[in-house]
């Protein structure tokens, strides 16, 4: 094995075992376990939240929520589970499928792409045919990662849940929350008082009967779905009020042409220039590029994390004229796609008014037109995993999550130094004062202060307020911060204002600590 090759090996196992310890340390402190259910074997593609797991996925749908609402995006909420007709319609029965390639030794099936990229990660397999990815796995050596068999060819299979609506009626739950939007279009324009554009989004369950779900929570069978649908006429596209008031944003861009020079080398561009270069088509479809990209700085991502790729031409949907992913850092699996953002042309609402009959159409002038629809897409839990990777941190005394403190699962620990009653008393009172304030609070009396500030560490609490005997003669209690350790002390009136500061990012302890008395 050459030198080139044993860096590739060892770069592989080094992101399997931080992946390995990233999900170790969320199944010890509640984050998420699976798959499930646990006591029967588990399916994979299922997993459970735990307490902490499901306190980051509400605080992330909180800012997600936040973001589209402040860009004027009206949430609404569909079933899960339509008729038959609707996926047919949609093109789902047909199109939406997945490459599949089973083991000639033991059976077991393996959707081909990923498990072409997760062997050889560095392979360019974006785009191909069915037969190409089958030529892949020959040319790559790739095998059955169970037994080592050699692998069949690779065909088709598709994604859909079925399941029955009463006693005939065929149907399936939805892979994806945008086609229940498109169902209420007519709803929906009555809503807007029949002017376009009209701007929705959903956040709900979705499902997709995934081959060999891989690499835990970011390939599931059941998920959290954002689909944001922005239904427009040609012209406003081209003619974007809204585009004024980003026009000058940077983004980090990685165009299909730079790809297809074989270099994955990222560009920043400020959105104006990207338009005049032709990496967007239109003003409102760069506008909205721009806002899956704020949707993730809003959760928190730094902007070194995170980058807009563009799909080759081969990766895009027929009906698709453009489509960008955000994609964030990992250390356990290098990049991951996050987010797509797709212009869907008026492909779903044509597909809809020729299979129901009604007149989806509205009128542009003299003319009656179908609209537009330009889409962001994501699934919540591939950023909730983004983040807890991207927070971990460790040294020789110590193993922490560096979450942003408005997206961290719990904002502040309040301790008692010791468990006797005269702490204890206070630290309930400061506990509830700043539960009141709308902050996540953890009350912990239990163990020494040192193995308490570690086990908020390792939950990623950002701040922890501890009540000892000088809290008792002046009325002041100690903050510390979780990444630097540093302490100051803070008056007890002062407490709750200042935390709600941190928490925003509008304090530091730092700054805090100039001009203050000595820490404890």
Request: charged share 25%; hydrophobic share 35%; net charge neutral.
């Amino acid at each position: 094995m050459d030198s080139s090759a044993c860096a590739l090996v060892l770069v592989m196992t080094s992101e399997r075992d931080f992946a390995e310890t990233v999900v170790g340390l969320c199944k010890k402190r509640g984050f998420f376990w699976g798959p499930s259910p646990e006591i029967y074997g588990g399916s994979s593609g299922l997993y459970d939240l735990g307490p902490l797991g499901k306190l980051l996925k509400n605080r992330l749908e909180s800012e997600i929520r936040s973001s589209f609402v402040r860009a004027n995006f009206w949430e609404v909420e569909c079933p899960t589970v339509s008729p038959e007709i609707v996926w047919k319609a949609s093109g789902h029965l047909e199109g939406f499928v997945d490459p599949i390639t089973r083991c000639t030794k033991c059976g077991q099936a393996y959707r081909a792409d990923n498990l072409i990229e997760e062997e050889v990660p560095d392979a360019d397999i974006k785009g191909l045919s069915l037969d190409r990815l089958a030529e892949k796995i020959r040319e790559l050596g790739v095998k059955c990662p169970a037994c080592k068999g050699q692998l069949g060819p690779v065909e088709r299979f598709n994604l859909m849940l079925k399941t029955r609506l009463g006693l005939d009626q065929d149907a399936y739950m939805r892979p994806e929350t945008a086609t229940t939007t498109y169902l209420i279009f007519k709803r929906l324009l009555t809503f807007f008082r029949d002017k376009l554009p009209a701007a929705v989004f959903q956040i709900g369950k979705a499902y997709r009967n995934e081959i060999s779900p891989r690499q835990g929570i970011l390939r599931l069978r059941e998920f959290t779905q954002v689909e944001a649908q922005l239904f427009i006429l040609h012209k406003d596209e081209t003619d974007w009020r809204a585009f004024d008031d980003i026009k000058s944003y940077e983004l980090p861009l990685l165009p299909y042409k730079i790809q297809e020079s074989g270099s994955h080398e990222v560009t920043t561009f400020r959105v104006s220039d990207a338009l005049r270069q032709g990496h967007f088509k239109t003003k409102a479809y760069a506008w909205c590029v721009n806002l899956a990209y704020q949707v993730f700085r809003s959760m928190g991502f730094r902007p070194e994390s995170l980058r807009l790729r563009q799909h080759l031409p081969t990766e895009r949907a027929h009906y698709a004229a453009d489509a960008w992913d955000v994609e964030v850092q990992t250390k356990s699996f290098g990049w991951v796609e996050c987010c797509g953002v797709h212009d869907r042309g008026n492909y779903d609402l044509g597909r809809h008014q020729q299979y129901s009959k009604e007149n989806l159409s509205v009128k542009d002038g003299n003319e009656s037109v179908v609209p537009n629809v330009l889409e962001i897409a994501f699934g919540v839990e591939r950023p909730l995993f983004c983040h807890i990777d991207n927070a971990y941190a460790e040294d020789s005394e110590r193993v922490w999550l560096r979450f942003p403190p408005h997206i961290a699962p719990v904002q502040v620990g309040v301790f008692p130094l010791m468990g006797k009653p005269e702490l204890v008393g206070p630290s309930q009172e400061i506990y509830d004062e700043v539960l009141d304030s709308g902050l996540t609070t953890y009350l912990d009396s239990t163990g020494s202060i040192g193995r308490r500030y570690r086990r908020q560490d390792e939950i990623g609490t950002p701040f922890c307020v501890t009540v000892d005997y000088d809290s008792l003669r002046d009325n002041t209690v100690t903050v510390r911060d979780r990444d630097t350790m540093e302490q100051v002390r803070i008056s007890r009136p002062e407490l709750v204002g200042i935390l709600l500061k941190l928490v925003k990012g509008k304090a530091t302890i730092a700054a805090l600590k100039e001009g203050q008395p000595a820490t404890i």
